[in-house]
């Protein structure tokens, strides 16, 4: 290994102020850093990392560095790698999803999977969730998949198993759960899959019952550091604290006011209490602000003092006043989408780069529209989380194969793809196969190759098997050579038909699933690039991570839209925050008193990441799963102080479209009239096509243009380049 640099510590710790540094250079032992937003936690933990390994106290591979997200994972690496460089390589700074299913890629073998375990994600579990209740016969109308997923899964977050869960049924419903959830447990096992929550709990588990492993990885991490402490559920704090040594070195860092998943289990209580956990900690407290505007801030404090039950924090900055908050109401979502793409255009305009930018949301329905918006606009956006891409079917498909390629006990990833493309497999031949190899406790894919010896399978059926089966024997063995994970999967889309199937169709429709595709191989391509030694367990298992959480590259200059959940951690000099009105934020679903609270802190977050400027929006009508609503203004707008705000509200006059906004004094900004009204007849010049004329006028600011040359076409009035000629 080449010799790497060595690091400054001086200049490390210059960059710091005092109770910053203190926790830096802490010798040894538990340590507590309990802070508000911006107050540099990530950044002491960073830091004390560097210091750490820069003055020898420990090597980088005995470091363990833990966070929530893969952007917020990704994101504390780089801050890491800027300070210490090729070391952090060798560290573990990741999510705790990523480390648990490291470390049963080794240790997996001893709870009876093997390491090639498939990762499940949300949709796949709730495959197998309704496959477990359909077998036991109940009426899924009556419990949903989802609700009965939600328990299984609250369950195992707590630790709790089907038998531990089953002694403490106390309603039908409860039974009902505890039923499934047996089936569901000994289906996933026979499948050698786990589901997200199990990649804690079986970690959990081989800790527990593993004494030498235990000792093994607590002697390795001498070091643990996580960052939004606050929002670890039971099972990651006892993962945690059985990997904790002797020595005790655990700094934990968090904000009480920033708990944002008790939905899933999270307890506040963890970090609450570290103290009386830890009575040696030595605990610091940050307060000066290195991130916000002082109004930003203002506006943070004032929204969460509306909360009761929290540690008080007094946050400062000397950053200034800044500019006021920004509160824009508007017509529709729309309207709301088009504001955000034209003040993003003067803002980039203004030079500021697109990258500086962020639109955060409630859920991730509401990206839909603003994204047709950009695109429209030539704004060239990244969706973080938003799992799209890889929830295609395609390229689901194309995933699967190489799943089976890896686990050949994998039923789901079979049933997912023996007949896709149609090979003339149908379900009651797969069923049968299925079952046999059920039955006999075999995996399916040895059934599969061997249908004559299946029971009930007609002539046509064993022979579509067996062509099959050839197929995937041959690209089993070449998967077995270990070649380059993008060739594999050229293959497998070549061997297996799919593409060839695909390209019969010749629609549009299937030429994007091809592009997909293409895409998939590309992402393998940079995998065998980047990976050190590359394997295709190691390729699925990134993709399966993803799932939850994932961008598409954080090249320079894309706006980045999410939803709040996913910005924790993260900080934009230039922060809009659309869908501000009650039942969308707070969300409907969390309108009673604890709800309500978790959904305050999730606005303290929200505004919290903005560095300069802060934008509020809310639609005055929205529509919400198919159906048009009208919303009040959130009361989180209501909660921030008028005098921090510039507020452009729509004062109509009764039966007017609006057509100017107002502002609060009464004056009228020409620069930001809503759009021009255009008339059927007007005669308008559009700056590719010349002069049309106006020969529509839609819903949602649409005109539709008639050109000679260029026969009808539609535009959004405000965004395309029109100019009225009279
Ligand atoms: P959050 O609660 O949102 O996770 P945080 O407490 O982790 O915030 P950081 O992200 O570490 O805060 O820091 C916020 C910003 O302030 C970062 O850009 C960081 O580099 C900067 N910062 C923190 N401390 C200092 C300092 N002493 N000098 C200069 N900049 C600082
Ligand atoms: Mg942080």
Redesign the pocket.
Known sequence: MSAAPSIDVERLLE???PP?REAVTHEGGPLLIL???????????THRIAWLVGTGRVQPNEILAITFTNKAAAEMRERVELLVGRRTRAMWVMTFHAACARMLRVEAPRLGYTRQFTIYDQADSRRLVKRSIDELGIDPKRFTPAAIQHQISDAKNKLRDADAYGQMVGSFFEQTVADVYRLYESELHRMNAMDFDDLLFRSVNVLELFPEVRERYTTAFRHILV??YQDTNHAQYRWLQLLTGEERNLMV?G?DS?AIFGFRGADITNILDFEEEFPDALTVK?E????STQTILSAANAVISNNRGRKNKNLWTDLGQGDPIHVRELDDEHAEARFVAREIERIVDEGASRAEIAVFYRTNAQSRVLEDTLVRANLAYQVIGGTKFYERAEVKDAVAYLTLLLNPQDVVAFTRVANSPRRGIGATSLGRVTGFANTMGIPVFDAAADPEEVPGLGAAAVKAFTRFMGTMRVLRERAETGPPVAELLEEVLRETGYLEALEAERTIEAQGRIENLAELVEVAREYDGTAESPTLGEFLQQIALIADADTRVDDEGLITLMTLHNA????FPIVFMIGCEEGVFPHSRALDEGGLEEERRLAY?GI??AERDLYMTYARTRNVFGARTYGARSRFVDEVPVDLTDREEQRLAPGMRPRATVWDDGDIDAARMSPVAYSLGDDVKHAAFGIGKVIAVEPGGIVVLHFRDHGDRKFVADLAPLERVS
Do not use: H, I, M, P
């Open positions: 960059g710091l102020n910053q802070a508000g937003a911006g107050s540099g936690k990530t950044r002491v933990l960052d939004e860092v904000d920033q940050l000066q602000n290195y991130r924790k951690g993260l900080e977050v919290t990441r």
